[in-house]
Structure formats: C-alpha cells, structure tokens
C-alpha cells in the first residue's frame, strides 16, 4: 500500500562525541521515506527546498524509489539545522534552526497523492499538518509525530490535529509535557482520551512502548554498545513502522508488534553512523537479521 | 531451594504526594523476603533490629513463613530512613538515615543458613557482603545488590565483592556511575568484565534489562496508571526475581526471563500501597494473573 509523508527534508550540522558533519542530509521527511523504502516502494514525499539543495541528494532518494512530485523547489536556501550532542546522545543542544524556504512550507499534495493509504505527518506546525489531513482521501492509517516546541507554542492547533489522527508517535519528555502526568501509563492514557486509537512512546536507549485502549507492548532498543548520532532515529523508527505496516497491509495488534521491531531495527541502524550514512550500504538481510534477533528477545 | 539473604529490616517515614507513613515497616532484607515467600517458604533472613522493633513486625514476618534465625536483637533503636518523593516517584530525597544499630551490623549466618543455594546479598556496605560470602558454603547462584553510595565510598570493595558474585543487580543510574558510560549497553558489558555472569539493570518505569556474555532480555514495568510510593520496589523486584529461582531450581535464559517477569510483577505491587501493605493481602493467583498479562505483552 501506499505512503504519503510530509515534513522536512533538510541540510544539518552535527557534532556528537565521535564527529561531525556539515550540510549533511536530513530532514524528518528524509530519515521517514528512506527508512520505508526498505520494505514498500510506493512512497510519495512532500516537503520543501532551496535552490542549493545538492543533486546528489535528489539522486539518492530517487534511487531508493521516493517518488518526489511533492518536493517543492523554491528560490531561497534550504531548512538548516545545527545541533550538538554530548557524551549522553539522547539529549541535542540546537545550536542553530534557520528555517530558510520552510518558512513557506504550505504542503500541496499532488492528485495521485491523494489516495494514499497510509499518511506520516512527520513532525510540523499541527496547523500544516491539520491542512495536509484536508486534502486526504480514502486514508486508512494516519500517523503523527511532533514536537516539544508544538506542545508548547501551538497545544490548541496540536490537540485538533491528535483528535483527527490513529497514531500518535511522541518521546517520553513530550507525552509528560503534552500532560502534564511524569507516569508514562497515565499519560499514555489521558492522550489516548484526546482522540487517537494509539500512541506509541518513543524512550530512547529505553526502547519504546506503545498504549491502546485494549493493550500495552514494549520494545527495548536494540542494544548497541557504540552510538554515533542519534539525528533523525525518531523518524526513522517512524519509517520502519509504517513502512513495514504499509507492505503488509495489516493494522492488528500483532502486525503493530512486529512494525515496532522493525522501527526499533532501523532506528539502531540508523545512530551508529552520521546523517544516513549507514542506510546508503544497508541491505535487507541486515534488517532481517537483527529483527530475527529482537524476535528471540521476546521468547520466554 | 533454600534463599540466604542479608541486609536491613528497617522503620520507614516516607511521605509521596499520595500520603504518608510513619515508623512503618521497611529495610532491603524486608521487601525481598516477603516477595521471595510468595515462591518458596525456605527463606533465611540475617539482619539486626532494635529493642523499639514492633513485635507485629515479626510476627508479619514468621507469618509468611520466614526464618528468623539470622535475625539479631540487640539493645538501642532499629535502623530508621526517611524520605520524600516528589510527582515523579522515581527518585526519593532522603531526609534522614539513623543507622542506630545498624552501624553495628556483622552479618553472622547461623549454621543452618551456610548451605543455602540461593544467597542475596542486599544493599550493605560491600565490606559485609564479602564476609558474608566467605560464610557460605555450597552455594548455586549469589546475587548482589548495591547503592550509589558505596560506588562513590567504597568503590574498590565492591568492585571486590562483584567479582565473586553470579549476578549483579543495580539500577541505570548505578550502572553509569560505576562505569562512566551513560550508554547502558556498554556499562553493562563493562561491568560483566569486572566477573559477574549477569547483570541485571533496573530501569524504573522503564522496566529492567539483563545482560549476559551471549544474551540480553528487557522486560517492560507492568504499566500501572497510579503508584503510590515505589520505597523496596527494587528490593521487591530482586525477591520474586530470586524466589522464582530458588523455588525451580532452574537457573537457565529461560527461566531467569521468567524469573524476571515475576520480579517485574512483585514490584508492580508493592509501588501500589506503603510499606508492605499491599504484600499484606496479596494472593498467589492475583500474582499469576498478573504474570500471564506480562506474558502476553510477549506475544508477536
């Protein structure tokens, strides 16, 4: 079946304890569709960038089978973040945001994009993201990420768009700030009463675990003993979800199981290089791999 | 099989935003016997106690069955801790720790106690726990609980004492500071080189995770909308980890996932009341219950 994601799709900088990089692509749209293409190839991007955005990255993500009709280019420079982490890489101080042609960022979605089935608004103003639920139809699963600056600059507007989605996809810190509550379960729960069918609470080197009226499950992270860059690991658990959700087709429980596995083994991939480094070389068998090794940790 | 354990029975003054307690009955060796009990009703307790330890407290203790043996009286005042917790239960701030008798503590295991199979040596100086191994005899599996405390004043003891122990037991916070790594993975791989066959690393609402030299199991916490003082949940953990141990015998990957799948669900009890009142009136099949839900959150 088929994805539609809008977000970001940016140049970074980042410093973490083993390196850096500059201009670097990024973008939470970017981490998103690479991440899905591993497992569907009907994914269709929507997001903005500037006139110096490199060719190379427009090769890359066709080469992965992103189709681009929705990546505008607009005279301007392209969105820029610049972060830095330290020894403890689940924490980024935002040294710099320049929002550049992502101030413009009005997502259009193309006709043949409309359809889609699957929808991952990655992490944007929930005003723009309450725009981009207007012009789906037919939508089976529609999934949410944001952000702390959201909840506390635009919580009216983000509270909408929760009440309209299935999934909502958040960090610990975030569904403690959204309500309020340090207990995960009692958060988890007072969102759930916000209006989606599901959150799913991403931990960090804690893994994640996801709520349904119904049911719990939770995942560690895959345990790695070297971490390199954490940028973009969100939504890249976020594409393997939804990517391996998107192949099959299935939205039960089991298959949110198994979906979780799959996000929680491409985010691992995802920080043990810079930028998406690691994914350029990445093969199936090294997905199926680590997630026939997430499977034996579920066995009693 | 037979369980050894040493360390504090204690009063405990502990006030959560959820109420208060005063005086009421607490210590390291306490929480872990009474959760081991509801496994196997060979349980050796060594610890001291003063002439003001309420006789209601030992008839609590016999009452689950539990030997006393090891259970020295001595003249002046039971050991006392008080502490606060504020919204986020996971961390307590102490406001006062009256060793009183405590400081004299020498752990001496009656005779009877020197063959068990099972030996728990909880939080105590690392000093003690090391002559209380020197004590035991015959033993299959000695598991070891520490605090940040003794990390930071008694670092070469205990680097000592978890040389010649099975397993280790400490929570995230302790992993870091022993190690320096706030990556987990690595500490914990860190401190198997320092001679332990497992570690065991407590993650709060996180839940906890066990490494060894070939495997790795994380359990999530039984998500529980309310709790109410999480004072001996680790030391609860650690008894129905080690009396579903010692009641199979078995001490396998497989049973010490489900072993901590019990420790997971004695703690989730005892975060629900004060004290030990929730253990008070617990039943076995409210026990069972509660472990086939926790076993269900494995299915893929």
Redesign the interface.
Known sequence: MSIVVVGSVALDSVETPFGKVENALGGSATFFSVAASFFTKDIKLVAIVGEDFPQEHIDFLKSRGIDLKGLERVSGKTFHWKGQYG????IARTLATELNVFEKFAPKLPESYRKSEFVFLANINPELQMDVLKQVRESKLIICDTMNLWISERKKELLETIKNVDILVLNDAEARQLTGD?????A??KILSYGPKRIIIK?G???A?T?SETS???A?AY?????IDTTGAGDTFAGGFVGYLASTGDVSE?SV??AI?YGTVMASFNVQDFSLNRQRILTRSEIDSRFAEM?A????
Chains 1, 2 share one sequence.
């Open positions: 020894e403890n890489l689940g340090s207990n995960l379960t009692k988890a729960k931990a080197q804690y893994g675990m709520f719990f499950f939770a560690p345990p790695l003993e070297q971490v089991s199981r198994k596995l499977k940790m579920f066995e009693l």
